[in-house]
């Protein structure tokens, strides 16, 4: 049962556009979401992340938002840059004892092309 | 300096050996992690320890034993390796338990022949 989903494993933008990579969840206590990124041969990095009480968060050219109805957030990559290139991963944690618990979705591959 | 540093960075082994993975983080964190990447890329958590004390035990086979001889190391050891062992091994920590922002190894490529 993935209660985080990434249902692109892959996307490519030009250089310069914007770049949105997708998530979905389905347990509604998570509280807190994240972004991270990957390059090959390392582990993922912190990129970004939002609680549940808000539905936007700004960071440079990333912006999260999160749309608690329909239980799906997404990264904007505004413009894109060929060193964006990476995989991106969403995870979501829940309250309480199960807080220290990151739940990862499978990736998203994305490639910006110059 | 690396914040978070895995040895080794792969391994190779045949099945049915015993192999560990060493972690260490200098961040002062204290909570570590393990997770597990698989052929699907899924990105699994295995156990946590928050100052040395196990907090998360997934449903993992218990040939995995994590060890945690104080809060800057968090070492994994698998017994009787099988090939579906093989995957990718990431330890993280993060500064408080309850929150985000993990800070991630490079991981650990296994490879069980």
């Known amino acids: 049962d993935q209660q985080v989903k990434q249902n692109s494993p892959s996307l490519s933008v030009q250089e310069g556009r914007i770049s949105i990579l997708n998530c979905d969840y389905t347990n509604s206590m998570f509280d807190y979401f994240l972004w991270y990124k990957k390059y090959p041969a390392e582990g993922p990095t912190f990129l970004i992340s939002?609680?549940?009480?808000?539905d936007k968060n700004e960071d440079g050219r990333f912006t999260v938002f999160l749309n608690k109805s329909a239980k799906h957030l997404s990264l904007h990559i505004v413009p894109s840059q060929p060193g964006d290139s990476a995989v991106y991963f969403c995870?979501?944690?829940?309250?309480?004892?199960?807080?220290?618990?990151?739940?990862f979705g499978q990736g998203t591959e994305l490639s910006v092309k110059p | 300096d690396t914040a978070v540093s895995q040895t080794p960075k792969y391994l190779v082994t045949q099945m049915g050996n015993d192999k560990s993975i060493k972690c260490e983080q200098n961040l002062g964190h204290d909570t570590m992690y393990w997770y597990k990447q698989d052929s699907k890329k899924f990105l699994k958590i295995m156990f946590s320890y928050n100052n040395k004390e196990l907090i998360i035990n997934e449903t993992v086979p218990n040939r995995f034993s994590p060890k945690s001889p104080d809060k800057a190391h968090l070492n994994l050891h698998i017994n009787s390796l099988e090939l579906g062992d093989s995957a990718v091994y990431f330890c993280?920590?993060?500064?408080?338990w309850g929150a985000g922002g993990y800070t991630f190894g490079s991981g650990t490529r296994l490879t069980v022949v």
């Open positions: 995870a979501a944690s829940g309250a309480g004892n199960q807080g220290g618990k990151l739940i």
């Open positions: 993280a920590s993060s500064q408080l």
């Open positions: 939002i609680s549940s009480i808000k």
